[in-house]
């Protein structure tokens, strides 16, 4: 049984309904939309994070992905023995991140990913004291590497080890 959590948890807490897809991604259709609003894609975001640099980045590449790219993004938190919590037990997580690979074309999937392919990870603390809402989501990026080392996660597994082992090494420059 595990709890769930509820509007209750957020309110006057501090903390942004953070999505992790966010509203903006998913509007194909009206059903797609509205499950951007279910809280389990929620995280409880400081609103510096989230209507800062979180949101300029998604943004960002909401405008790559007009030029034609097909981009492959998981969005999470990082966590630890001393994350706050809020409400009932929602945990807040330390830190935001994005892994964010930039396929070609429109329809590519794991198969199309080499050593060339542009990979952006991104990690931003998630307490307003430790972040600008002005900052430049540049300089939070980081190697997918490091995300996988806060978070204990695989990303990108269906991709080719030894091309995992180079694309996830690289922090993104450009
Ligand atoms: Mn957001
Ligand atoms: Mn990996």
């Excluded at 990979?119 to 190697?143: C, K, L």
């Amino acid at each position: 049984n595990i709890p769930q959590a509820s509007l209750a948890d957020y309110s006057g807490r501090g903390y942004d309904r953070g999505h992790m897809c966010p509203s903006a991604d998913r509007t194909l259709t009206v059903t797609a939309n509205q499950q951007t609003f279910y809280l389990t894609n929620m995280n409880p975001q400081a609103a510096n994070n989230n209507q800062g640099p979180w949101a300029d980045l998604e943004n960002d590449l909401r405008t790559i992905a007009r030029t034609g790219k097909e981009l492959f993004i998981i969005s999470g938190g990082t966590f630890s023995a001393s994350s706050n919590k809020i409400g009932s037990g929602v945990v807040v997580p330390d830190q935001t991140f994005k892994v964010i690979a930039v396929l070609d074309a429109v329809g590519q999937g794991p198969s199309a990913v080499t050593t060339n392919t542009r990979v952006i990870g991104v990690m931003m603390p998630n307490e307003n004291s430790q972040i600008s809402i002005s900052a430049d989501w540049h300089t939070f990026r980081v190697s997918v590497d490091a995300i996988e080392a806060a978070t204990g996660d695989d990303f990108l597994s269906d991709v080719d080890p030894a091309v995992q082992s180079v694309i996830e090494a690289r922090v993104d420059n450009q």
